[in-house]
């Protein structure tokens, strides 16, 4: 989806994946995208509600949103350049 | 003269924290690096156990980049390790541990990984004597050596005992401002770390690879006897460190769930095995793993998952068993009273 400034919105499912390769997936994803991007992450291991914040801290992308959800853990990331 | 820049290799725990400040604090750009090999001791088990949601869970490599303030790098190194751990060429540690060849690899892969990003050489928190398989003094230059690494592998905690490397005799650190540790004790390090005021860091112990467990190299050296090769995917090593593991015949194993977390992770490979649930009683999800599974194999299974569930005690339990195809059939059996359940059978 490509939005009026020109982000898109992209989406990456890491169900039944443990840690850390939700994190590595989410790393090689944002690798992809462009600044002001936004992904929206799912993910199924407790250990992202930590892990996921603290890669986004670490390479300064910024997290606009994190919620649990019938065993879900979703985040919503915007890439930062 | 620019400022030069450093990979460090992050695994979590004090020592790479230490060496990574140790070398920060002489002015150098230091960025981390983590391999994920499968094997890395993550906390899997308590993410995927119900019982043990609420424990805090973190990635020690992430934490440990937080508090140094650096970027961590975390490549997935799974598939090329393999053959580090099918046939690793300097042999085992006392489990199926290939520390040895371990080592030169990720320092091979941080080499690749400076001459890809502009960096200027490579820093690890290996201290002489510390492990016996890959941290003795013999080791140094093999690592250094076999990972193409040479001089520009610095290890800052026990540089004094070691020739002097590039970035020493360079000037880019100051030899004097590094150290001389060996041995096994910890005290050197506990003792840096308070002058840093690191107070919470990670202590893991034997390790932060699975292959170091016990228990869990006898799980891998089963999977690879009965297969008959050595050949692994993710999946395989992931499901040893969940559920029980019986192996009552030689053709077949069973995995059962011990709880609702790992039940509900177990459904996950209802597409890759041939699984069984009890649905006269409440209880766990089962997979069979193996080849050649016979009508005796199943009633066996259905029985084994039947002494795992509510029912134990009862003089019959309804048992479902759906195969690959998503095909279902019910038995009705007689739980394994716990004594037909061999020790021998607990992988």
Same mark, same amino acid.
């Given at each position: 989806m490509t939005g009026i400034y020109n982000m898109s919105t992209h989406q990456l499912d890491t169900q039944r994946l443990l840690c850390p390769l939700p994190v590595i997936r989410v790393q090689d994803k944002i690798k992809e995208l462009n600044n002001g991007d936004l992904l929206e992450v799912v993910c199924t291991d407790p250990g992202t509600m930590n892990d996921i914040p603290a890669w986004c801290r670490i390479n300064e992308h910024l997290l606009k949103e994190k919620k649990e959800q019938n065993h879900q853990y979703l985040f919503l990331i915007e890439v930062v350049r | 003269m620019t400022q030069k820049k450093a990979v460090s290799l992050i695994s979590g725990g004090l020592d790479s924290l230490l060496a990574t400040k140790v070398i920060q604090e002489q002015g150098i750009h230091v960025e981390g690096i983590n391999f994920f090999t499968?094997?890395? #001791?993550?906390g899997h088990t308590h993410a995927i156990r119900k019982k043990d949601k609420q424990k805090q869970k973190r990635n020690n490599a992430l934490w440990v980049a937080e508090q140094l303030n650096i970027k961590l790098h975390i490549v997935d190194i799974v598939e090329e390790y393999k053959s580090i751990v099918m046939n690793p060429k300097h042999g085992y540690g006392a489990?199926?541990?290939p520390c040895l060849d371990c080592k030169i690899f990720m320092v091979k892969k941080a080499h690749e990984w400076i001459k890809e990003n502009n960096f200027d050489f490579i820093i690890t928190g290996e201290v002489i004597?510390? %492990?016996?398989?890959?941290?003795r003094k013999e080791t140094m230059p093999v690592i250094s050596g076999k990972s193409g690494a040479g001089d520009l592998?610095? %290890?800052?905690?026990?540089?004094?005992?070691l020739p002097a490397t590039r970035p020493e005799l360079e000037n880019w #650190?100051?030899?004097?401002?590094l150290y001389d540790f060996s041995g096994r004790s910890r005290k050197p390090q506990m003792s840096l770390a308070e002058q840093f005021e690191l107070e919470d860091y990670a202590q893991p112990a034997g390790g932060c690879?699975?292959?170091?467990?016990e228990n869990y190299a006898s799980k891998l050296s089963d999977l690879w006897k009965f297969r008959g090769n050595r050949e692994y995917e993710l999946d395989d090593i992931i499901l040893l460190k969940i559920g029980r593991h019986i192996r009552p015949k030689p053709n077949f194993k069973v995995i059962v769930s011990r709880e609702e977390g790992e039940t509900r992770f177990l459904e996950g490979y209802k597409k890759q095995f041939i699984y069984l649930h009890s649905i006269s009683h409440k209880g766990p999800l089962t997979l069979i793993d193996g080849d050649e599974i016979s009508d005796e194999d199943l009633l066996l299974a259905a029985q084994i998952t039947a002494r795992f569930?509510?029912? %134990?005690?009862?003089d019959q339990v309804t048992v479902e068993i759906i195969d690959k195809k998503q095909q279902s059939k019910e038995v009705t059996v007689k739980p394994c009273h716990p004594n037909d359940i061999l020790n021998d059978w607990y992988l």
């Open positions: - | 499968g094997f890395c #001791v993550e489990h199926l541990n004597g510390q %492990r016996p398989k890959s941290q592998l610095l %290890r800052p905690l026990c540089a004094k005992n #650190v100051d030899r004097e401002k690879c699975f292959l170091t467990d569930s509510q029912g %134990r005690t009862a």
